[in-house]
């Protein structure tokens, strides 16, 4: 979270900076196989996020010392691009895109059933070409869907969102500003046929109360973007057995 700031996050009205609800996403859109040569890719437009997720795989793990002998490695590549913010960032990787690809590897290796791929490798590249706030859960709900389209059998798609405090209310998904210059953000991914939480993160200090509150709105918000998952897929498959029958 930024500093404290003086600018007025929400109004008189109960509206937020961008005229939104406490309870109401921002627009979200899925495009899977955006992508000729990857085996799997999808496309994620979310508030005003853009990022790719691309995955590769499973092959055999390279060097050979990397191998697991009892189930595939999941390596995500988290990156933010240099114009992806307003204020041009240095290119490649830094720490916390790092921290990033460490904490979503291990978030989708949950989901994967890499046992039934030892000694393989899965790759998974997420590239921020615009950022908005919410890039690591809108990242992770696109590799998700990457992974479905490249056929690699999961559990469970993944599923995120965020919850925060701003102006001292909680309200979900926050955007830009509210990220900057709020109080508390609070990223929670889960896999939504189990509820199994895969990715829990908190920056800022939040009341046990208003933990519950924010996590019953991510909850809520989730099953919702859940189905936008699956509708892009079936949008996906729809249009090949069309083609098929022609």
Not at 36 to 56: F, T
Not at 125 to 149: H, K, W, Y
Not at 152 to 175: E, Y
Request: net charge negative.
């Amino acid at each position: 979270m930024g500093t404290e700031s003086n600018i007025k996050l929400i109004d008189e009205k109960g509206l937020r900076i961008d005229g939104r609800s406490p309870e109401e996403l921002r627009p979200i859109k899925i495009e899977v196989d955006v992508l000729n040569r990857a085996d799997g890719s999808a496309l994620i437009e979310w508030g005003g996020n853009k990022i790719l997720a691309a995955v590769y795989g499973p092959r055999e793990a390279y060097p050979k010392h990397n191998q697991d002998i009892n189930k595939a490695i999941v390596k995500a590549r988290y990156n933010m691009e240099a114009y992806s913010v307003d204020e041009r960032k240095r290119p490649g990787p830094d720490r916390r895109s790092m921290e990033i690809s460490k904490v979503l590897s291990e978030a989708l290796e949950t989901a994967i059933m890499v046992e039934q791929f030892p000694r393989a490798q899965i790759d998974v590249f997420i590239e921020v070409m615009q950022a908005d706030a919410g890039t690591r859960i809108a990242g992770l709900t696109a590799a998700s869907v990457a992974l479905a389209a490249a056929g690699i059998p999961m559990r469970d798609f993944v599923a995120g969102c965020t919850a925060g405090k701003v102006d001292g209310q909680i309200v979900l998904d926050l955007c830009k500003e509210e990220d900057n210059f709020g109080q508390a953000d609070l990223p929670i991914a889960i896999m939504p046929r189990s509820g199994r939480i895969v990715l829990l993160q908190m920056d800022g200090d939040l009341t046990v109360e208003e933990v519950e509150k924010a996590t019953g709105m991510i909850m809520g918000a989730i099953k919702k973007i859940a189905e936008l998952q699956r509708n892009a897929l079936l949008t996906k498959f729809s249009a090949v057995e069309t083609e098929g029958g022609e």
